[in-house]
């Protein structure tokens, strides 16, 4: 069971940007997907979860309408994307799920690797 | 801004035993199992302590948890040179109705 994220990025102000979390190990449809944001130093914040089964999406009110959360059932992976990227989104971003199927509030047994994003002019 | 709160740093001799606190409040620690997290230096996080007390498979049980009203602790006895790490606490939150982590704690073998 594992999560294999996208490369590093760098990117400028402005620019768009799509990064990828692929599951494999496991039936990708069943369990949650949550992305995790980690700024250079800082601490970790939950960004938000999707259900790929149904591309069911909850995001944390700090990230609601700064980037959106989606996922490809069938190619079992779940993205993050930006619009318009600003310096302040530079940071780690993981993807992770739950030990157990359904339960979004569970612990997070399986990580990605994490994906650098360095947003500079 | 957490709402959970952790001491920044914490420290001890190889050997000795470390104690890592972790205060929230009723709509997250208070109603919720709580979660621990050790992030080794440069790496992804990797889940410590699950259901408040419980070791995934492969922890060892130098590592534990435990949970009272609106707070949590890690316990690291027998504290060894690779325990060197950021530990964070988390659990989910109803009232922001989103998981929670802590602001994090930096473990340093002296």
């Known amino acids: 069971v594992q999560l294999v994220q996208s490369g590093a990025e760098v990117k400028k102000p402005g620019e768009s940007l799509k990064i990828s979390c692929k599951g494999s190990g496991y039936t990708f449809s069943n369990y949650w997907i949550v992305w995790v944001r980690q700024m250079p130093g800082k601490g970790l914040e939950w960004m938000g979860i999707i259900w790929p089964g149904d591309s069911d999406t909850r995001y944390s009110p700090s990230f609601q309408g700064q980037v959106t959360i989606s996922a490809d059932k069938s190619i079992s992976t779940a993205y993050l994307q930006w619009s318009s990227l600003k310096a302040s989104d530079t940071a780690m971003y993981y993807c992770a799920r739950p030990g157990s199927s359904g339960n979004y509030h569970d612990a997070f047994n399986i990580w990605g690797q994490g994906t650098m994003i360095t947003v500079s002019s | 801004q957490s709402v959970l709160t952790q001491p920044p740093s914490a420290s001890g001799t190889p050997g000795q035993r470390v104690t890592i606190s972790c205060s929230g409040s009723s709509s997250n620690i208070g109603s919720n199992t709580v979660h621990w997290y050790q992030q080794l230096p440069g790496t992804a996080p990797k889940l410590l302590i699950y259901?408040?007390?419980q070791r995934p498979s492969g922890v060892p049980d130098r590592f534990s948890g435990s949970k009272s009203g609106t707070s949590a602790s890690l316990a690291i006895s027998g504290l060894q040179s690779e325990d060197e790490a950021d530990y964070y606490c988390a659990t989910w939150d109803d009232s922001l109705n989103g998981y929670v982590f802590g602001t994090g704690t930096k473990v340093t073998v002296l």
């Open positions: 259901t408040n007390n």
